[in-house]
């Protein structure tokens, strides 16, 4: 079955990619250096513990520029690889092995980034009966990609968008003069879901009142957060949201809140440590 993304081109992305990459005169070095009719074989292997996405991403990178290269993808999406495993193998014209190579790498190592950090969130809520979400906290241009490593990494997408949910925060409110303005106009307007931001207990009686379905609980403690929920009562799903951190999860997700997002996923997640190593053949 072909590696697919929800909305994303595969395709379109790895040419601009590639295209960023070469730029007018193309790949100079290789060009230069290396023989027309050499081939190579490479290993990419990962230095430390890593959960995997990208690699059917990787694989388009290198057919791309050489359509006979055999690739062997040798850990699955979502798999949790130790230091030192052999993550893809790779055999092929050494110019387009080596021009395919940082694209290749580079788009591994950010997807892998993320899905090891959210494993690493969701390990620590494990057993709240919680649910971890990611933001719309991405880089420009990235969000299909970015969404499914969180994915991979065990969370739940939140919005993909602007489209598929209304949600008033602060801003919003602040125009439409209270939250029950702005829920019941965005109610109005027929949207199916409508989430409301609230940083204050007074402000969850009129946004439910209005319509609400969703209450995000932002920048609360645990102990405001236990009395939020009890005073939802379980009327519509309650999200605990800001400035949650590996080592503040836990509470915040025993409170018995349905959702904890978290903007890191996306926002700070560091790259893998996953390298690629030729051979000539």
Known sequence: MAFAIDGFDLAAFVAATLAEDLGEGG????????????RFAGAMATREDIVVAGLPIAQAFFRALDPAVSV???AEEGARAAAGAVLMRVEGQARALLTAERSALNTVQHLSGIATLTARYVDAMAGTGATLLDTRKTIPGLRRLEKYATRTGGARNHRMGLWDAAMIKDNHVAVAGDIGTAVTRAVAAGIEQVIVEVDRIDQIAPALEAGATHLLLDNMVPEVLREAVALVAGRVPTEASGGVRLDTIRAIAETGVTYVSVGRLTQSAPA??????????
Request: hydrophobic letters at 65%.
């Open 27 to 38: 790949d100079v070095t290789a060009e230069a250096v290396i023989p027309a009719d050499a």
């Open 72 to 74: 062997e993808i040798l």
């Open 272 to 281: 893998a440590d996953i390298g690629l190593d030729f051979v000539l053949l």
